[in-house]
């Protein structure tokens, strides 16, 4: 079990090394439309074409510490933009990210060239129609919502309950890196039915392959890191099947070796890939700056004190608030107008969910953290066939066990009023660091 | 084409010509009928599609499945004997004039 004190040099060298690692990943990810592997001759073609003023002077270090107010001047006024930096159209606005999302058949998950898919392999995430349906069944039974409430809760509380043992005689850690970081890893392991993995490997794991993901830069470090890590999980995924073959379970590797219509195991363990890369820090990040808004706000700490079912609410708001997955991918398969903007097969989108969560044609006073909205729907968990699979799981995990537990077991826990917490990324976006106290 | 008559929590009601073999749900998110959102595409996943629909003498209508029925157990509104999930529902000819009534929220 992990139970870092909070100066623990080797936990302050992992922050450092994960806030870094982000910064590079989102650099490397949009920045490198030279010497990449992205088809130039269309990117340039639309450079000239389509940037505008305001689209030129977009800076991803300015995206990546706060990308709302970016966000907001694109709604307004290009809400389908070309954006050089990101080397993509970038879609903002609620009602077109909506609409995309109801057209899998022209917006297609398949993208020419996708370094996910060279590090991964062939996953779910980037497939379509019917071969993206079978894999995505397979999957599915562990994680739907009675199997969650029934099998998966009791799992996570005794997580949960198993790190905060490790800290809570401290009166002091950092949120993100001592709970919610350990606690989404170790959970998503149980989940997959990956048994003898540390957290810090599914951290190491998610983190190199993400990191490959990104890697336009060809840089070979980086794909070292990632080729170790994908060895390291097929070495483990081939484990768990032998035995879950031999005597099957409730995990998602189970269900996919012994569904009606079994991926073969090369799927399998490109799948697993995608769950350890996609299905970790989302959970960590809502966890966190869920944990961050109800610390700044007392008036929502008052309510959930007094009423523990207002939890789901602060969950939902805090990923409109704040969506873990700022932007994801989408191509374009065959001509079509978004935003007043002709858009060409092969066009390279980008799917900005951390701006549409925040349009005032829908949400009013977007920005603000209020868990009194009306109910309309925010999209942080995406739409259509690539609804997220892991929807039920990450409110269970979230809205039911950390939160409640986090703020139970740590009395007048607040903010530390000596160690900043910093939040950062538009492409994945939560805390860097909320280092916290409470009375022991 | 058969006319589907949707009435909101509040109250208010939108008349819509529905294509026959769209399901509910997709006539009502084509329609922007606000109350139904339909996030998961009709992937019998998310559960904020759920209307209460009175569909006795209608001819050819689905039975609730396992996953349709577990769903409806964790929608965001309560249930009731009327519960269906919209994306289940294929319209026919005979569903001409039915009353699709939406609760109160969806997520």
């Not at chain 1, 890697?215 to 470090?221: E, I, M, V």
Request: net charge negative; hydrophobic share 40%.
């Amino acid at each position: 079990m992990l139970s870092f004190g909070p100066e623990d040099p080797y936990l302050a060298n992992l922050c450092r090394t994960t806030e870094r690692l982000i910064c590079c990943r989102e650099y490397l990810l949009l920045s490198s439309s030279s010497g990449s592997r992205l088809d130039s001759r269309n990117v340039t073609e639309d450079m000239t074409t389509c940037a505008s003023e305001l689209t030129n002077a977009i800076r991803l270090v300015e995206l990546y510490d706060d990308p709302y107010p970016i966000f907001k001047e694109l709604r307004d006024r290009e809400p389908v933009a070309w954006v050089p930096v990101a080397n993509r159209y970038l879609v903002t606005r609620y009602a077109d990210v909506v609409w995309l999302e109801q057209h899998p058949e022209i917006f297609q998950a398949a993208e020419d060239g996708s370094l996910v898919t060279r590090v991964m392999g062939h996953t779910m995430l980037r497939k379509d129609g019917d071969e993206h349906l079978r894999d995505r069944r397979a999957a599915e039974p562990p994680l739907r919502p009675r199997m969650v409430k029934e099998h998966w809760r009791p799992v996570f509380e005794a997580n949960a309950d198993a790190l905060l043992r490790g800290f809570e005689a401290d009166g002091r850690a950092d949120i993100f890196a001592d709970f919610a970081g350990p606690l989404a890893a170790r959970n998503l392991a149980a989940v997959l039915g990956l048994r003898d993995v540390t957290d810090d490997d599914m951290q190491r794991w998610s983190q190199s392959m993400m990191d490959g993901g990104g890697n336009y830069a060809d840089d070979p470090a980086v794909w070292a890191r990632a080729d170790r890590s994908t060895q390291e999980i097929d070495a483990a995924v081939d484990a768990t099947l032998a035995r879950v073959r031999a005597t099957p379970d409730a995990s998602v590797i189970s269900a996919m070796a012994n569904a009606e219509v079994p991926p073969d195991d090369e799927s399998i363990r490109s799948n697993v890939k995608v769950f350890i890369g996609g299905g970790l820090n989302e959970p960590r990040d809502s966890i966190s700056v869920a944990t961050y808004a109800v610390l700044t706000h007392p008036e929502v700490r008052a309510e959930v004190a007094a009423d523990a079912s207002r939890w789901r609410a602060v969950f939902e708001e805090a990923i409109r608030w704040v969506a873990p997955i700022g932007m994801y991918p989408r191509q374009v398969a065959q001509q079509v107008e978004l935003g007043g903007v002709t858009l060409e097969p092969g066009a390279r989108i980008g799917v900005c969910i951390g701006a549409a969560n925040r349009d005032e044609r829908v949400f009013e006073r977007p920005d603000e953290f209020d868990i009194h909205r009306p109910p309309v729907a925010h999209v942080a968990f995406g739409g259509g066939p690539h609804f997220c699979l892991g929807t039920w799981v990450a409110r269970a995990q979230v809205a039911e066990v950390a939160l409640p537990m986090l703020f139970e077991r740590l009395p007048g826990l607040r903010l530390d009023p000596d160690r900043e917490a910093r939040m950062g990324g538009w492409v994945f976006r939560g805390m860097l660091a909320l280092p916290a106290v409470w009375d022991r | 084409m058969p006319k589907i008559r949707f009435v909101r929590a509040d109250g208010s009601v939108t008349v819509v010509d529905a294509d026959v073999g769209q399901s509910i749900m997709q006539v009502a998110v084509g329609n922007g009928i606000d109350g139904i959102v339909g996030e998961c595409g009709g992937s019998r996943m998310c559960a904020t599609c759920h209307v209460h629909v009175d569909l006795s003498g209608v001819g050819g209508v689905p039975v609730v499945s396992e996953d349709e029925d577990e769903l409806l157990d964790f929608a965001a509104s309560p249930r009731s004997e009327l519960s269906r999930l919209s994306c289940q529902l294929p319209v026919s000819e005979e569903m001409d004039g039915i009353t699709v009534a939406l609760p109160e929220r969806q997520t």
